[in-house]
């Protein structure tokens, strides 16, 4: 069904050295404050900024906390990645006639809480297998939800190659339709595989001297 794997993979995490040299933007920024720009709407940084804090806030207080942190080094990435999904699928479900009500929302997460054996579990496995925060479990059960229904109006079975294609090709329409624009000192947006890659453009600089850099 539904995976998260249409986001970045949060397992391998760039190094950060000791004394890094300072690093500065020396492309221009259309949209100042943003991570990113979907159907002429901005996802800010600091909405960014804010899950991935209640994200680890949350891997804090699990009693496996070092090792979600650990798997988790491309949070900030993956992070992004998904909050530009979630509007992709929005808009594809729009486009097909398709609507979540909240009390979809409602019914499906306590079919989750059920399965998990309580509110409590499910909270700690959203947490430590989909890096989300129990504040978002909502938006993530709602997104769940939406691939359900988009899948059935599509008459896409998602257990077979042909349906994830059916799919994969609704969501890359709707993806090209709201031209997407990503900061790129978080990378670049594929509308055909419907998540973040790494960008080629020399966005960041050394202004200490040359050098290879990595992405903040």
Request: proline fraction near 4%.
């Amino acid at each position: 069904m539904f995976r998260r794997r249409t986001s970045l993979s949060l397992s391998a995490a760039a190094a950060l050295l000791v004394g890094a040299p300072l690093l500065t933007a020396c492309g221009s920024e259309a949209h100042p404050g943003a991570a990113a720009v979907v159907g002429g709407e901005r996802i800010t940084v600091s909405q960014v900024q804010a899950q991935v804090r209640a994200v680890r806030s949350a891997q804090d207080g699990d009693e496996q906390s070092a090792e979600l942190i650990r798997n988790t080094g491309q949070l900030t990435r993956g992070t992004l990645s998904t909050l530009v999904f979630q509007r992709v699928l929005e808009r594809a479900a729009e486009d097909a006639g398709v609507e979540v009500t909240r009390r979809d929302v409602q019914r499906a997460r306590a079919r989750a809480e059920q399965n998990a054996g309580g509110a409590e579990q499910l909270e700690r496995m959203m947490l430590q297998q989909r890096a989300v925060a129990p504040g978002e479990i909502d938006e993530a059960v709602r997104a769940q939800v939406l691939v359900q229904k988009l899948a059935e109006r599509l008459g896409a079975d998602l257990r077979t190659p042909q349906g994830q294609q059916t799919m994969t090709e609704a969501l890359a329409e709707a993806s090209r339709a709201m031209d997407v624009t990503i900061n790129p000192r978080y990378g670049a947006w594929d509308d055909r595989q419907i998540t973040l890659i790494d960008s080629e453009e020399p966005w960041i600089r050394n202004v200490s001297g040359p050098g290879p850099q990595q992405p903040a």
